[in-house]
Nanobody, 124 residues
Framework: QVQLVESGGGSVQAGGSLRLSCAAS????????MGWFRQAPGKEREGVAA??????YYADSVKGRFTISQDNAKNTVYLQMNSLKPEDTAMYYC???????????????????WGQGAQVTVSS
């Protein structure tokens, strides 16, 4: 059973930065697809970024501002968020999956395991 624990959420003013961390346990970390998703009140969950080995994928809305990375020694994936905007306000979730269809890395239904979420609030 894969377990994911997120940390690093918080409140920041527009233009600021935050880094989210997701520690994974329970399976061979390097064989998993890892993704970050977010869900704002009243909206559907959307993919933000994903990583599989050295390949990274981003939603258009965060390209150039967010960076996903991983530390295999620590079984941890990170989401560095820069130039934050009020519209980035959401609950952010870490997710893991083993079999993701090509082109579907930012689709939440492809992922099997989810963390508890970390709130990110950006004020204007």
């Amino acid at each position: 059973q894969v377990q994911l624990v997120e940390s690093g959420g918080g409140s920041v003013q527009a233009g600021g930065s935050l880094r989210l961390s997701c520690a994974a346990s329970g399976y061979t970390y390097s064989s998993m697809y890892m993704g970050w998703f977010r869900q704002a009140p009243g909206k559907e969950r959307e993919g933000v970024a994903a990583i599989y080995r050295s390949s990274t994928y981003y939603a258009d809305s965060v390209k150039g501002r967010f960076t996903i990375s991983q530390d295999n020694a620590k079984n941890t994936v990170y989401l560095q968020m820069n130039s934050l905007k009020p519209e980035d306000t959401a609950m952010y979730y870490c997710a893991a999956g083993f079999h993701i269809r090509p082109g579907w890395l930012l689709q939440p239904e492809e992922y099997n395991y989810w963390g508890q979420g970390a709130q990110v609030t950006v004020s204007s």
